[in-house]
């Protein structure tokens, strides 16, 4: 069982910046990847980042440019660093790790 908390959520003005953490349990977390979701209101969950254990990432087309993911082994934590952030990146954002979920935090991005 691997356990994943999310923190950095957060309210901001369209524009600003967040990074969330996601620290997860468990002694391989070097070996694996992870991803980043987020689900707004009445849509389904999205694909945002993910990061490989070799440091390869992904991205979602709607935050490629603005959003960097990246992870520190030392510390079983990936980041996601929000710039530039729209209203419509307002959603809880989830932390995956194989079939694993985080509770999810909540961005909220005012115009």
């Known amino acids: 069982q691997v356990q994943l908390v999310e923190s950095g959520g957060g309210s901001v003005q369209a524009g600003g910046s967040l990074r969330l953490s996601c620290k997860a349990s468990?002694?391989?977390?070097?070996?694996?990847?992870l991803a980043w979701f987020r689900q707004a209101p009445g849509k389904e969950r999205e694909f945002v980042a993910l990061?490989?254990?070799?440091?390869?990432?992904a991205y979602g087309d709607s935050v490629k440019g603005r959003f960097t993911i990246s992870r520190d082994n030392t510390k079983n934590t990936v980041y996601l660093q929000m710039n530039n952030l729209k209203r419509d990146d307002t959603a809880v954002y989830y932390c995956?790790?194989?079939?694993?979920w985080g509770q999810g935090t909540q961005v909220t991005v005012s115009s």
């Open positions: 995956f790790l194989e079939q694993f």
């Open positions: 468990g002694d391989t977390f070097s070996t694996k990847s």
């Open positions: 990061i490989s254990q070799y440091n390869m990432s």
